[in-house]
């Protein structure tokens, strides 16, 4: 089974930072990599989807790229909005993996 | 408006069984597949088990395989998971997801329904 380590497991940064999150692979996994956000109470929300693919309504602070094995999730510039924890997520066809999650808090 | 709708949660002993519901309304029910994604209390979201539009194809978790069944009604738009030899660490809120229906992310989901497993 394909296991997402993501790192790190928590991020304190300052509103205007340049954030990024990682998402490391066991095995090639090709681009089948999504990013979500997730707010308490609040259903997650797909970020970024296929590495690099920004979700409709999504603002473009937040890109994706990788390939394979690793895999960068980039929020440009911090805003108080974005504080949330992050989940890197695989599919192989209705085989979902998830990481473990990166909680992003405000320093 | 799409909406699903979970129910079926609560406090069960360990070793005992609970089955989950998730009705979905405002859409073409069988034409989706859907997921059971759960998380624990503190912990991070974990898929559980998905199954096609047809209810033919499933799939499952390691942690919940052999013990968990996924399956669909969609005569009544209704999607199951039926729990059974229930751990304490299957205390999560679950959720229902509905996948994309080009594939490969999910696009709703449910509030949850919380399943506490504990003596």
């Known amino acids: 089974d394909i296991q997402l380590t993501q790192s790190p497991s928590s991020l304190s940064a300052s509103a205007g930072d340049r954030v990024t999150i990682t998402c490391q692979a066991s095995?090639?996994?090709?681009?089948?990599l999504n990013w979500y956000q997730h707010k308490p109470g609040e259903a997650p929300k797909v970020l970024i989807y296929?590495?690099?693919d920004l979700e409709i309504g999504v603002p473009s602070r937040f890109s994706g790229t990788g390939s394979g094995t690793d895999f960068i999730l980039t929020i440009t510039s911090l805003q108080p909005e974005d504080i949330a924890t992050y989940y890197c997520?695989?599919?192989?066809?209705?085989?979902?993996?998830f990481g473990q999650g990166t909680k992003l808090e405000f320093k | 408006q799409v909406q699903l709708l979970e129910s079926g949660g609560g406090v069960v002993q360990p070793g005992r069984s609970l089955r989950l519901s998730c009705a979905g309304s405002?859409?073409?029910?069988?034409?989706?597949?859907f997921h059971w994604v759960r998380q624990a209390p503190g912990k991070g979201l974990q898929w559980v088990a998905a199954?096609?539009?047809?209810?033919?194809?499933?799939y499952y978790a390691d942690s919940v395989r052999g013990r968990f069944t996924i399956s669909r009604d969609n005569s009544q738009s209704t999607l199951y998971l039926q729990m059974n030899r229930l751990r304490p660490a299957d205390t999560a809120l679950y959720f229902c997801?509905?996948?994309?229906?080009?594939?490969?992310?999910?696009?709703?989901w449910g509030q949850g329904t919380l399943v506490t497993v504990s003596s």
């Open positions: 095995q090639d996994i090709g681009n089948h």
């Open positions: 997520q695989h599919y192989n066809n209705l085989l979902y993996t």
């Open positions: 296929d590495t690099f």
């Open positions: 405002e859409f073409s029910f069988d034409s989706f597949a």
């Open positions: 199954v096609s539009s047809d209810g033919n194809t499933k």
């Open positions: 997801v509905r996948e994309w229906i080009g594939g490969g992310r999910p696009d709703y």
